[in-house]
């Protein structure tokens, strides 16, 4: 955090200037002249920033590295390092954690709120003709504010973006508390989804094929919209459980309503869009497994998903055992048990001299050729960037609601009694489960997974056969809660956000339990606050944010990772 003063922060948010590689990137250098002719914009399309706002959201390969595969994904245990997590890994103390602060306020919210500043300065009868595609660029700067919020708790937002159109440049925003931003982004979203439901008086002009979600399609960006308002109620059932109920009752009236299959989900699916192979390269050399109870569990079940999360073990065989072991590698002790996917100990300190196998790359040979292995699985990196699994012709899936989220969402919501949906509990819970399979069965063939078999109908009738996944009303949450954590799995701060709201999956679990790892620590809950510098334009907002988030007792100090941010209530 400390490369990113709030200096810098400043400046991103108050000006809207993105940089790429040392140039401002081409849709920024159009607006040279704006802060000096904010009418100067009128001269720009709309549409052409909302291509780079979209991308930003899934391009940050600092982001992938540094937020979620050193940090979030380890402290939910989603990846352990492959020869095991060390005594320091829910310490968190890495200087380029949330990024998704600088992306905001340089790359997503600068590009999407001039979407809605150009139309908003046309003449009034050529605004009449974007209203849609003013509304379609506020859910995804919505979901964005959101997500920031998410982990950081108070922002800029009512006020941020306003530099460009402001003469003098307006350079103080105050920051928006999480409950009050979190009220105004659910108000916003009702009012984009009027816009989209209602019939326009005048033809509107479509942003077409540079609205890379859904092409402009008002009836996607409707249920996107819904999804989200669901997604961010959800947040409020520790602090008002009420108002959760209020807004998921009036997102289950709404006409249009929720996705309702797989075409519904809001997904960028792109060839080109990616991390670049810049900082997320730990990930293809094999340096991360999944955690032992994880992948035991899913081998137990039969999940399909197994062999899309990781690449099979590093001894597949019997006689593969044998050689290791007759070499000193493996312990004689050892007997095959026939388990092709193996995950790693999230716990330090399960290390010792009888497993210590389980820890270190393996050399032996095997069949006169030279092998070198670690005994758990590696994950699967070409999931999440296609580049791994093939130089050229695979396509990126970056989810940010699926049709199995909705599914597991509303189950969840029903199995609590917290809204009035007539839906059945266990209906949705089974369709969460095949939506999410079927997901990333298409993830895996579109990524081009080397050796990959495809899903089989009956991989899913038997799975859900299974013990632990037949739904049994006296664990519904929990399960569902499991199923959501297994789904999240390419969606870390969903994941992360699911362990705080809910608790699960529980280290006290009897179905998918989590490894305790309290001896070295707690799980961390939020991003550290930096105190600005004195010299900082808005060091007086940004000061009394943090101030008014620490009367909270359970937020903790500034620089508290284990603290928490409003919804995360104890």
């Not at 540079?210 to 989200?228: C, M, Q, S």
């Not at 999940?303 to 590698?329: H, K, W």
């Not at 193996?342 to 009888?354: E, F």
């Amino acid at each position: 955090m400390n490369t990113r003063l709030y200096m810098s922060r400043l400046i991103l948010y108050a000006t809207g200037l993105l940089m790429i590689g040392g140039q401002f990137a081409c849709s920024r250098s159009k607006f040279a002249q704006i802060n000096t002719n904010p009418d100067a914009v009128l001269s720009i399309n709309p549409q052409t920033e909302l291509t780079p706002g979209e991308i930003a959201i899934h391009s940050s390969s600092i982001e992938v590295f540094y937020d979620f595969v050193r940090n979030i994904k380890p402290w939910t245990q989603t990846y352990v390092f492959t020869t095991g997590n060390t005594s320091t890994f829910l310490a968190g103390a890495n200087a380029n954690m949330n990024e998704r602060w600088s992306i905001f306020y340089g790359g997503v919210g600068d590009n999407l709120f001039d979407v809605m500043q150009i139309i908003d300065k046309m003449p009034a009868t050529q605004q009449a003709q974007y209203q849609f595609m003013k509304a379609e660029a506020s859910i995804p700067f919505i979901y964005y504010a959101f997500y920031v919020s998410d982990a950081n708790g108070s922002i800029p937002y009512t006020q941020a973006f306003l530099a460009r159109y402001t003469i003098p440049a307006f350079l103080t925003p105050i920051y928006n508390s999480q409950e009050a931003l979190f009220d105004t982004l659910d108000k916003q979203l009702q009012s984009a989804i009027a816009v989209l439901e209602s019939t326009p008086t005048v033809t509107q002009i479509s942003p077409a094929g540079n609205d890379l979600y859904f092409g402009g399609d008002p009836t996607h960006w409707v249920k996107a919209a819904n999804a989200l308002r669901l997604k961010i109620a959800m947040r409020l059932m520790k602090v008002n459980p009420a108002k959760l109920t209020s807004i998921v009752n009036s997102v289950l009236a709404d006409n249009v309503g929720l996705p309702q299959s797989s075409a519904d989900e809001w997904i960028l699916y792109s060839s080109t869009v990616g991390m670049n192979d810049n900082n997320n390269n730990a990930l293809n050399q094999g340096n991360y497994s999944g955690s032992y109870n994880n992948v035991n569990f899913m081998w137990k079940t039969g999940d399909p998903r197994t062999r899309v999360f990781y690449q099979p073990a590093g001894i597949t065989s019997a006689d593969m055992l044998d050689s290791a072991e007759a070499q000193g590698q493996i312990p004689t002790s050892v007997t095959w048990d026939g388990q092709i996917y193996r995950g790693q100990y999230a716990n330090p300190s399960a290390s010792n001299s009888a497993n210590s196998y389980m820890f270190r790359q393996l050399t032996f040979s095997y069949k006169g050729i030279k092998t070198q292995v670690y005994w758990p699985s590696i994950i699967q990196a070409g999931l999440t960037y296609a580049t791994y699994n093939a130089t050229t012709g695979g396509t990126n899936a970056f989810p940010l609601i699926t049709y199995a989220d909705v599914c597991f969402m509303r189950a969840e919501l029903i199995a609590r009694g917290l809204d009035n949906d007539q839906s059945r509990a266990d209906s949705l819970y089974y369709q969460g489960i095949r939506a999410s399979l079927m997901d990333y069965d298409h993830w895996a063939q579109i990524t081009l997974q080397p050796d990959y078999t495809p899903l089989q109908y009956s991989e899913i009738t038997n799975y859900l056969a299974q013990t632990g996944i037949v739904y049994n009303p006296a664990t519904a949450v929990e399960q569902i809660c499991d199923q959501k954590y297994l789904n999240y799995f390419v969606q870390p701060n969903e994941t992360w956000a699911l362990i705080k709201r809910t608790g699960f999956p529980a280290v006290a679990s009897q179905i998918l339990a989590m490894e305790d790892v309290s001896s070295v620590g707690v799980m961390p809950r939020r991003y550290a606050a930096i105190q600005p510098a004195l010299g900082d334009l808005n060091y007086t907002n940004a000061t009394n944010a943090i101030d008014s988030m620490a009367l909270n007792p359970n937020y903790g100090t500034p620089s508290s990772l284990t603290g928490r941010v409003w919804w995360d209530a104890q």
